[in-house]
């Protein structure tokens, strides 16, 4: 039931300093802590595998400096990575000519910025209609779509504006605006809430969830808060230094984390924010008398108040709807206490 | 004698600048002494048989390149004569239609087809431009300027040199944005470019004058070529820098919408850098107008033809009204240049209204504009100001002018002896009695202090060209000129700018002050202080002062105002009095922006003491004005080699110091 693989990128390294190609084969091809020290090489990316399947939130998380970024930018390719191999849609994204890349970014591939990067001389209308203007489309049609857009992120009314007579937020919504017009299936976000403040934030993230039920993108979202990260995200991947040191969903990083590093970030989040009731049910459906039916992939937190309605358990379901085990709410108290399940 | 905060910079070097200072004090003064006894004449002159007879190898170059070279199609005549058409053909047509109006024919049997346009015409499309690019009051400021040069009957001379600035403008913009951009593509060609730059703000406008001259002989167009290339560099820097600080994340986001290489550039980058670009653009504009000026030596006519008449004739009144003409003339074109820069972008009118519903400016304009031109055809008064309406102020300021010079002759020429005698006498003195061998050595060796052995070679190197050439004597009078003028500037705009950094009202006022005196083309400076000190190195070192004194004041200022809040309540909490905050935080922490006032301050200096070569000194710009007037290109060349030397010495060497105490004080570049 995995879904096709959208954007494969395997091995990859960026390594800034002079003559980073030649450093890499004289290390072998994998330079270790210590060859970097010293050597006034910094490596950026180091060895890189992520791979994301259509229609997932994927979500790379780290520190500031850990990389993000510049993984980001060698997904896109917007710099060359120093080696590895990317595949888009099954084609060699690193071999093709500048003409398909360009091509290809038109149709399928839209970022959004920390920092908005808007056109100061363009009103949000003209913003959010650039992408269809430098592919060439008439006035006409690309205002309607860029109007489309401007009404789907609730900028409706302002779009004779220029970018500094908005807020922060309203700005990153024209920013998504100007990302989807051109119907990409690959959306990247380069931590796009970062430079909001909190509450803000939260209403952007809930927007975002709204925008991504509707359009089901493949989505490369880069944050450092990892709040952030759990909320939105169908699986993780954690950086540090450059490399990726775990990829998983939120509930696998938070119950099993790969090494003290991961286990250091996600120390302070409540279990029941990720545990799902798939993981905490009984499997086994016995006879007997049940409240309801709940989703496994309903995250405890979540579901608590419902299971709480009723004190006979609930039978979980799996995704296609079967019923795979029972809960009842005082396993998901058990979780919400940090208490270990009896 | 240097003050304490000042001492910083040399901090444990004391020894070795006092023993250099000491020992060039005692060769300069003993020199001659030292000639006697030993009887070498090659101590205070550099040796005949030696000199190098680079100007005449100069000379002979352009003559054969005038003369005899071609690139097989065509000789470089033809080159220059094509130069000459292309610039000459739009500049006729801006002139047609400023104040000559379009004729057809030649000489007498000319008759004219259209005429030029009205002057009210003319202050009515001024205004409205000011009035789009800000509001109504800068519109009023601009038609008041224009005004007065059409009460005060400077109109037609005025013209002139407006046609001059409207063509040398767009050349210089289009050029130096053409040269920023690949500059900014080609990290090499930008490498390339600065020293040649470099090069190009430092060597004296006489200098290029006379090759100029020398290639496109006498006229307007030699005028708009020396205009156009001594304003075109900052524009290729500001191009270059404007569209490097265009954020990356913008640039970004072009390549991820799919811009190629032309729209990226196009849509994405030259817009965002539009306003830097903008500042440009008025510097481009300044430039001009006070090229143009000078440039009226040439060939160019115009205001500045009648203010070095006026210099010539000592006509006192006709020589201030020219030159005041140009100072409106430059403040109306500086401000709504600078209003554009800064122009707030307004919401494009409904595009369902008719066109002169949508742009009533314009269409109200343009309609004027009509209608008064063609009235001019029939009544005279509206083509031109009617003369007998003008106003001139002329015999009042001749008779101000007398009269200051009566009732303050006196406690004039006491100031201006003082100066002479405890200042100006002894630096030249001493500069002058310096032998050039040891002057060579002293250089370097202070240029390797600073800077490292590379500096020390090169300034050693340049230092020889001067001497090699026989022109140590009057370097040295440069030098001195310029000593002593730095020092008075500093002297008045350091603590100017001090004030301004402290305080936010001395800070406008000021601020007010140096702008209007930048705004000002260099050429001005001369009359008043030629009216009331006569020729000499006292004037020449007076309008120096005039002309340098805003770097000194702004970089001060700034120095002081970018300290951080936090260090001076740090000082505060410690129980420093106001002096003591001064001296032992404030002054210490704005060393190096001080530093690069000074640096400012000496490249301004220079490059307006050859100017100073109308009213008679003896320096290196007298060479060159010389030359100029013999069109002696290798001369002139030479001279104004020698003259960017020092320039370029005394920028590395600051530099080098600036950075050491900005390094010292751990602040970024
Ligand atoms: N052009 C460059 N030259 C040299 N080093 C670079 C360059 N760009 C990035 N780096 C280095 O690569 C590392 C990763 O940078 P990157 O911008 O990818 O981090 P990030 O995870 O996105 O951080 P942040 O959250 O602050 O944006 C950093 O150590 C940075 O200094
Ligand atoms: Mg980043």
Redesign the interface.
Known sequence: MQRPVKLDCRGVWKIYGPDPRRFLDRHGGAPSESDFEGSGMIGAVRDADVRIHEGEIFVIMGLSGSGKSTLV?CL?R?IEPTAGAINFEGRDLLGISPREL??????K???V??????????TVLENAA??L???GVARRTREDRAREMIDLVGLSGRE?Y?PRQLSGGQQQRVGIA??LV?EPDLW?LDEPFSALDPLIRREMQDEFMRLQSMLRKTIVFITHDFDEAIRLADRIAVMKDGAIVQTATPEQLVLNPATDYVQEFTRHIPRAKVTRLSTIMSPGVPEGDYAGEVAGTLIVADAVRTLDADPRPFRVLDDSGAPVGTVDVAAAIDVMLGREAR | MKPAWFGGLFRGSRPFWLGLFAITWALSTWSFQLYKALDARWIIRFPASLTVPVDQWISAFMAWLVEDATFGLFTFRDLTRFVSAVIEAPYDLVRALLIDGFALGQGQQAVEVAPSLSWIAVIAIIAALAWYAKNRALAMLAAVCFAYLAVFGQWASAMVTLASVLIAVPIGVAGGLALGIVSYRHPWFERMLRPLLDLMQTVPVFAYLVPILFLFGFGPVSALVATVIYAMPPMVRVSTVALHSVPEDVIEAGRMMGCKRRQLLWKVLVPTAMPSLMVGVNQVIMLSLNMVIIASMIGAGGLGYDVLTALRRLDIGGGIEAGLAIVVMAIALDRVSQAFAVRKVRARPDPALPFHQRHPLFASVAALTAATTALGVFIPGFRLYPEQLTITTGPFWTETMEWINVNFFDTLEAIKTALLTWLLLPVKRFFTGIPWAWGIIAIALAAGRTGGWKLALMAALMTLFIAANGLWAKAMITVYLITVSVLIASAIGIPLGIWAGQNARANTVIGAMIDTLQTLPSFVYLIPVVMLFRVGDFSAMIAVVLYALAPAVRYAAHGIRSIEPEVIEAGRVSGCTERQLLMRIKLPLAAPSLLLGLNQTIMLAISMLVITALVGTRDLGQEVYIALTKANTGQGIVAGLSVAFIAIISDRILTALARASQQRLGVGQ
């Open positions: 930018r896109s917007l360009i091509d290809l970014r038109r149709k591939m839209g970022m910025f920390q920092h908005f990067a808007l056109l100061p001389h363009l650039f992408p203007e430098v592919q004779d220029y100007r990302s051109a990247f």
